[in-house]
Structure formats: structure tokens, C-alpha cells
């Protein structure tokens, strides 16, 4: 994972920003919800809006977005935290009128998460895992975490034929 990404800030870094510019400014949630089952995953969606002053009439907003559960430790158990984080980077940003590009809407916070989520010895320890698992309970998150991590149809067929194998834990079924 890159450690140095110049072109990108954290969080705290923007939040400063927008503080230091607009002291009375604020972060205000907008909306939370809960998607299930978009493109085979549960999903957490939160819009923040980021207020210049109380009397702002154009706020910047910014939405992210988390699956649930959280595929690298980062994430896991702190899916609404995270997709708040990022909402409010987001948010920031527009209320500052920043460059938008796709370069730069990212945290580096974001960045960081979605590389290892891509990371490939992380694939192989998921579908490891995966191969161990003594229950479908137990496989299901393991499963779902390869397959957002790329796991080919081949290997995803392995181990849903793994899971006809497995006790129930729960009458859930494997994609």
C-alpha cells in the first residue's frame, strides 16, 4: 500500500481546513441509510453537509458509502464511522470549493482502505480462511470478503460447493 499520496489529505487534514476558514462553520448529517443487496453486498450510505456559517444557504455535501460488513480490519465494526469520515471529507471539500478531480475528492483515508481491499495476499488469506471455515455462518463473511476482493468465478464455485459440505448455522444461502 502507498504510504505517501501528495495529492491527497486525510480527514482531519480537511476538517482543519474548513475550521480554520470557517470557524463557525459545522458538520451536519444529512441522511443514513442502509442499502441491502447492491451488486451482492449490504451497503451504508451517509450524506454529510458541511455549513460555512448557521445561515448558510449552499452547504457542501458530500456522501460515501461503506459495505457491511467491513472487509479489512479498518472497516469491520466501524462501517457508520468510516462512510461519516468520509462524508465529511467529502463535504468539506465542496463547502471549500476545491478542486473536485477524481484525484482529490478522495481522502487519503479512503485511498489507504480501498488498496487493501484490492490487495492481493489479502484475496489469498480470505479464500484460505475461507477453506477452513466449519460452519456456513462462519464462510458466508469470509466468502463475501474474497468476492469483493476479486475472487474468480472458479474458486467462488469451490466454495459454494465447500458450503453444500457445511452445517447450517442459518438458512441464508451463498450467492
Known sequence: MPTE???YKTVPERIAEFKEK?????????????????GGAD???YTAAAYRSPDDSA??????WERVPGLTNFTRNSEVQ???????????????????????????????????ERD??????AIDEAGKAKTKAEL????????SLGMDKETAAGLRDLAETLP????????
Not at 22 to 38: L, M
Not at 90 to 104: G, H, I, P
Not at 120 to 125: C, D, E
Request: hydrophobic letters at 40%; charged letters at 25%.
Open 59 to 64: 452547504p457542501g455535501h458530500g456522501t460515501a
Open 5 to 7: 499520496l501528495p495529492n
Open 120 to 125: 492481493p495476499k489479502a484475496l489469498k488469506a
Open 22 to 38: 470557517h470557524p463557525d462553520g459545522s458538520f451536519q448529517q444529512q441522511s443514513i441509510e442502509y442499502v441491502r443487496d447492491f
Open 168 to 175: 447450517e448455522g442459518d438458512d441464508e444461502v451463498l450467492p
Open 43 to 45: 451497503w451504508v450510505v
Open 140 to 147: 458466508r463473511p469470509l466468502y463475501a470478503t474474497a468476492v
Open 82 to 116: 468510516n462512510a461519516e469520515t468520509s462524508a465529511w471529507g467529502r463535504a468539506a471539500v465542496a463547502a471549500l470549493a476545491a478542486d473536485t478531480s477524481k484525484s482529490d475528492i478522495a481522502t487519503l483515508d479512503e485511498k489507504q482502505s480501498r488498496s487493501a
